[in-house]
């Protein structure tokens, strides 16, 4: 049975170019902070012993968080509608937008 190589393997885990490299890098990031948070606010809340006004607070804002979510796009969709671009005036090196009410 033939051993693959372990820096051959490694090195097609990594992206070719370097922007690929550089988002790879930070979402390993992203991901390692994540953990960490989640696991200090995790035992934070054992350890303080939260009361229940404070838990009300946070899922509170939890589903204000939740909300948010789910009514950004539809919200989006709408400012497009209600506003019109009137006038798109380009120069050499910028383009001067209106934006009137529908």
């Known amino acids: 049975m033939a051993r693959a ?14 922007d690929q490299r550089v988002y790879l ?3 390993l990031i992203n991901m390692y902070g ?5 696991a200090a606010m995790t035992l934070f809340g054992i ?3 939260l009361t229940a006004a404070r838990l009300g607070l946070g899922l509170a804002m939890t589903i204000g968080g939740l909300v948010s979510l789910a009514t950004v796009m ?9 506003v019109r671009f009137h006038e798109i005036v380009g ?11 529908a």
Not at 5 to 18: A, E, I, K, M, T
Not at 34 to 38: A, D, P, R
Not at 91 to 101: L, Y
């Open 91 to 101: 120069h050499r090196d910028r383009i001067v937008v209106w934006v009137s009410g």
């Open 74 to 82: 539809p919200v989006g969709r709408l400012a497009d509608r209600a």
């Open 5 to 18: 190589d372990p820096g051959r393997v490694l090195r097609s885990l990594v992206p070719s170019s370097r």
């Open 25 to 27: 890098t930070a979402a």
């Open 47 to 49: 350890k303080v012993h």
């Open 34 to 38: 994540t953990g960490l948070v989640v």
